[in-house]
């Protein structure tokens, strides 16, 4: 029987992107609980429906998150068209998914940096986020901003993109993907990154299941709930989707799924830009929203399925706009997995959750 | 084996010229259509405050009495609302971004009196050229 | 391009009781949402399968106020800790049974329940809205009324106006 100590973890750490507190109690280096403890980013942006009207509120649902800023924008566009019965005409919907998609590449990759860099793996940190980099330029391109990209509007788009820069677009991708894949298989054969991440942070298929887990992080543990197969919204228009699953349920099956996602999403950005066609973007909306409209939305961001809801209250301002994140809904996963693992394998778990801490806070 | 990729692609940028820029010796041209900061044409804008209204920072404000258009770059957030609303198209989005600065002041533009022309009043039925 | 959603009025004593229907039924309990409206605050329990997609079924309790107490359906799904401790600490609704409970310190505010204060200018603009549907309302009854000897025979069904108002009866709104 050892003696039980509490270690604090956080909020500032260098593998966290976001600032979490976790309390461990560890037993002779093992943790033996994980209490979290978040509100370091709490700007409450929720109530803030009641000073932004509904046009406008777009601009602070994309500054929620630096990471996810487009899956923001989008879910709360879409949301706010679903309750006025709003038609987005079928370009923008196209173009929505590209962006979306090109997003999560963007997503990952930062998080794979991250990653490499928690092992120590400099060299490959620096090799991903110059990747990262072209992805980057993709989006000043055809929006003009790098990372909060204000292209979303409820009822489209607000500019269209020109065919000669989706052409360059589709180039860049190409080339990613060669890269990009050199860079995985490099990272993922490698026996040292095996070593510290096979068998650690188990999650049975029936503990996922339980403790309502989503994203990649469930995934791994070969629980299928990608929103992306249920045809909300643009999705209905791919071709074939199949969602990536992993039985074995540790870091490095997470660590697996995230890297071909990036390759999946890749091809279904070239998917879309190929199957454009000509057309406008977008549609106007004017008027209050009517007393008592509500509608729910669901959206399969980086991290995984984000749910919307917005009630109407007659004026041009929403009485509520509720976005649960992603990554609210692991935070049980997060401290199950803790339990019962080295403590120096904690930096490991956490990450391959993916916390983005300012969504879950907002 | 991994181990050899790596060590070809590490080989390879020891050669190469490096991926970062001296920045801010070495300026990095923008691509077009980027977001920088708003300008506006005083001359033809007729100062209807629509931009105002339509700006979700309030970054903008409008004196009629003054004659005075005034943005403070700061507080823009470079959505290009103002842009869209403006009904002269007096304000442009321009690529450069707003540099650096010691001390953040709204830019305030005075649109000079027009005396070419006056007003004629529905009392007065003599013309001014 | 909808997603399928129902909308369903419940009780405090029923939420335990949904709980574990929806849990047997192979659902899992996706969030929880507080809103403050004009008659209280409401808590809204959203559900969806795991596996396939039938439509996000969203259980609404009415009628609440600051202080009142409901149980926690955290020993069914682990995973609402985080809605459960936001409700108390932004609503000031009481959670009661909860597995973790943070007691009032998972977000450190400098108010007590932030969210059920509306802002003056907001219920002003709602004064606003409701006089102007009024207004409205008024009027279009005193059209029907000029028009109904001529009209009782045609008119059978109210003419719908606003769009997207799905509140109860939106079952037949389906996710393409």
Redesign the interface.
Known sequence: MGKRSVIPFGPQHPVLPEPVHLDLAVEDEKVVKA?P???FI?R?L??LT???DYQ?YV??AERICGICSFGHSLGYC?TI?????V??PMRAQKIRVMLHEISRIQSHLLWLGLTADAFGFE??FM?VW?LR?NVL?IF??T???RV?L?INKVGGL??DISDDVLSQVESKLVSLKDEYQ??E???L??SSVKSRTVGVGVISHDQA?????VGPFARASH???DVRC????GY?LLSDFVPILDTTGDCYGRIRVRCKEVVQSIDIALEMIRSLSSGSVSVDVKG?I?????????LEQPRG?C?Y?S?G?????L??M?M?TPS??????MVAALQGCDLADVNMIILTIDPCISC??R | MGMFELGGMTLKWLFHKPATKQYPQVQVPPYPGRRGHIENDIQTCILCSRCVKGCPADALEVDRKNRTWSINLYRCIQCENCVRVCPTHSLTMSEELAGPTTHISAIVHTKPEDTSKKKVSKNDSSKQS | MTVKQNYHSIDVSQILTTAQKEKDEGRRCIQICCTTTDDGIDVMYSYRDFNGFSGVENFVVHGLSKGDEIPSIQEFFPSQFPFENEAHDLFGINVTNMKLDFEGNFYKLGEDAPMTVISTEQLKRKERAKKIAAAMKAKQQKQNAQQSPVAKKETSSPTQQSPGTNNKSSSEKKGE
Do not use: C, W
């Open positions: 209490i403890q978040i509100g709490h409450g929720e109530k009641e000073t932004h406008n601009y602070v879409e068209e679903q309750m006025m019965d038609d987005v060299s490959l090799h110059r980099e330029d000043e391109m929006t003009g901003g909060i204000s607000v500019r050199q860079i298989k490099t990272f054969s490698n299941e339980n403790l309502g887990m629980v299928n709930n249920l045809g909300i919204g209905r209050p009517p007393d008592g409209a509500q509608a729910v939305n669901l399925e749910f809801y009630l209250n007659g004026t041009q301002y009485e509520r509720r649960r609210s809904e692991n935070l049980a996963g879950t806070e």
